[in-house]
Each structure stands twice: as structure tokens, then as C-alpha cells.
């Protein structure tokens, strides 16, 4: 395993860090139904190995990741990595609830207190909230009594406000979506570059846009792919973007099955840093263009956007739509949507009642979004 610098602490974190959001399941249809067995033996594995961050939060896989992931770190693996969760910015209704549900975190994860400690998804109205509740008061105090041992934030939504919030408290760190289609998405390179000037160490999330620019990838990106230098995945592809920025600090992934582990450990115990030639680049701008010109819905499949008051699957039909678009394949997303898809939780039932953009990292119009898809997949 490589190891970055992590700001200014004087602490070596393992370029690769593990994302605890997307773990197998014993349902694929129920999030809250982790496979312990294997996801533990990912985990185990990953830090065996040279992990030594592990990325959680409140709401992931519905409430149960931190729950999981306090029983997997027992056996003295809390001890071997640092360990990092986040605080539920959107559902912060008072001054008390700060202290309510990092009381609750620490509580799920079997922990007195936490290396690192995120405010979650910021953006406009994240960060407002930050303020009308004194949350960054409350991140003192926490500092202060040994509660968290660093402070950062991660960040959905435009650059100008990314900038401003990186100037207004000493962060130690931020993280940050970015891969090579989303160079200059959200706070992108252009910020990336600002907090490390800043000093903050940067965090990386979905550096393989949650999965899509590793798998099912499309026969003229594995093209362009096949012309590098390197003989190499499209995983290892994208993930090679990502490493090569000096100013990355970390690079999480959301492994979900125990072969990605290995294949990213294997990959992240390699030195990236500056190894792409200009030559190079030409071929990853290519490859933004193709997938920019064949997708319509910016979805991650993050799942921030669920539960769904009408049980509408979201990222799951907007996915079908990308697809019919991106293979030229409409009747097999078509199809999909017939068979796997029940009439009562088709997108037509979308009552537009707003909660699901409300959360959407990527603030995609998805009342919207779910009309037109349903119109072309029925
Ligand atoms: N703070 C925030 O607002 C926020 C938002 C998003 C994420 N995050 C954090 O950042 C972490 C990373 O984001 P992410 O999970 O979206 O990362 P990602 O690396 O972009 O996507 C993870 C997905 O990529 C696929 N994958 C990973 N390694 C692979 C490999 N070697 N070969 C083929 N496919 C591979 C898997 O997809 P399949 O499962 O489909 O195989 C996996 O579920 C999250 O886990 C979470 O901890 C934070």
C-alpha cells in the first residue's frame, strides 16, 4: 500500500481508503440487509492489508452501515485504522440535535471517540443550516474534549460556495467528488487545487461514479482504453486519474465484493502520482466526452434519495434510462423496467413530493427525470 500525506497532521493515510456505503447484500432490493459474513471479511482483508481509513455516515445502507462496521472493527481492528463518520447536516432541527446524533454514532459504532468527523453533503442549504444551528461551535467542542481528533466537511454543490466554506473555519480536511468526468463538476479540480492550497488534506469520493466507469463500460471507452500505455481495467483506468493528483490525500471506494478489494489493494500499492502523460489525458478527455454525450441523468446511484414515500426504486430506473442511451438499448432497459419493476412502484406513481431532490447530492430534477423515463420505458 502507498501511503499520502494527510494535510498538515503528520499522518499517513493509505491512498485507498474503504467507503462504507456500498457493502454486499444478502437482498439486492433491501440496503439494510449487509451481508456481515462476507462484508466483514472485505473489510478484514482491506485492512490487513494496508487500509487505514474507513469512511462512514448516519444514513448509510438506511442506518445500518455504522452499526455493521461497529461489530466488523471489533478484535482490534478499530485500533489498526482511522476511523471516520459523518453528521446528518439535513436532519439537524435545533442547537441539541449536533450533540443528539454524534451521541448516536458513537453509540452504533462501539466508540468513545472519532479520528475523523465529517459535516455531511454540505451545499446551500446544508450550510446554512450549519449556521443557524452553531454546528461549527459545536465542532469546536468536540475538538476540544477529544471527541473527534480532526475536523472536515464533504461538499455537494457549486465552486463559489465550496471556496467560501473552505475560508470559513480551520478545517483539516474536505472530500470531494471527482473522476474524470466530473473533472469540473461541483468543486472539481478547480477546488481540489483551492483546499490544498489552503492546506486541508482532500478526500476523494466516487472516483469511479459509483461503479459506472468500471463495469458494463462501453465498447468505444475499453477502445480508447486499450491505447494507453498501460495494459489495465477500466477500475484501474479511472482510479489512475484520480491517484495521479499530487493533491489527493485519500481516494475512497465503496468496494462491494471482496475481488474489487483485492483488485484495488493490488492497484493502490502501486506509486501513481504524476504517471500520466499528456498523451494520456487526450485519451481520458475522449472518454468524458463519449460518456457526456450518452448520459442523460447524472445519478451515482449514491441512493441518498431513498426511502421513497411510494417505494419508486429511483436510482434503479434512472439507471435503465442512462442505459437505453448509453448501449443503444432501449428494449433491454424496456424490458427491465417491465420485469423487474412492479406497476404500483413504476415512475408514473411519483407523487412529485419533492424529499427524494431534496437529498439528491446531485441535485437532479428527479420528479422530473422520473416522467420522462417512465414515457420512454413503458
Ligand atoms: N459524503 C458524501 O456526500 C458521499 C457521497 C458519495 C460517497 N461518499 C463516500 O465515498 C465513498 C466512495 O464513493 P463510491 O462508493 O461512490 O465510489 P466509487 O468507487 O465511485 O463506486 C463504488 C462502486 O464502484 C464499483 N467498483 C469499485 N471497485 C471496482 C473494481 N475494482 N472493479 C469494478 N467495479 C468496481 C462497485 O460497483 P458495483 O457495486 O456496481 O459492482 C462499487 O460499488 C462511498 O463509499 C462513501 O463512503 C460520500
Redesign the pocket.
Known sequence: MIYRKFGKTGIELSQLGF????FPLIDEYDPTKIDETRATHMLHYAIDNGVNYV?N?YPYHRQTSEVFLGKALKQGYRQKIYLGT?LPVWLIKSKADSQKYFDEQLQRLHVDYLDMYLL??LGKNGWKTVNDHDVLRFLDRLLKAGKIRLAGF?Y?DELPLFKKIVDAYPWTFC?IQLNYVDDHYQAGIEGLEYAHEKGLAVMI???????KL??NVPLQVTNLISKSAWHQ?P?QFALRWVLNRPEVSCL??????LE?VK??IAFASQEHMNSLTAEELVLYARAKKFYQSRTKVNC?Q?GYCMPCAKNIPISFILELFNDACMYDAVEDSRWAYRVFIKPENRADQCTKCGECEEKC?QKIPIGELLEEADESLK
Open positions: 467507503g462504507a456505503m456500498r469512511d455516515a459523518k455531511h453533503s464533504s455537494h472530500l469520493m466516487e472516483p469511479l461514479r459509483g461503479g468500471a463495469n481495467t477500475a475512497l471506494s465503496g468496494m462491494s465484493t474489487q483488485e484495488n451515482s449514491c447530492p
